[in-house]
């Protein structure tokens, strides 16, 4: 049950963050946007490294959290966090395409 309760908390955090970053992306010129795709792609890559370190740590001080062999709970969920941001992505240019916002 905290298995869940922290992957939860985990992928609450990361859509605190995604929606904050596209609400603020409105408000950028289009090619900074373009900087800022890959950025975005990166630093969820870079969240989900820092989880799993404070994972392995955790670990290490025998504090235990069962995410799976080779912590597969947490995998999916970065590929949750992937998907999710894609979508994201496809719905910032939508939305922009729409409004005609260059």
Do not use: C, D, W
């Amino acid at each position: 049950m905290r298995e869940f309760i922290a992957l939860l908390i985990i992928y609450l955090i990361f859509l605190g963050y995604s929606i904050i970053l596209y609400r603020k992306s409105f408000s950028l010129k289009k090619s900074k946007v373009y900087l800022l795709v890959p950025l975005y792609l990166l630093s969820i890559y870079l969240y989900f490294e820092v989880i799993n370190y404070i994972h392995i740590r955790l670990r290490e001080s025998k504090i235990y959290f069962n995410f799976g062999h080779a912590s597969l709970m947490l995998v999916l969920l970065l590929l949750a966090a992937y998907l999710t941001a894609v979508v994201l992505i496809v719905l910032y240019f939508f939305k922009r395409k729409r409004s005609n916002i260059q």
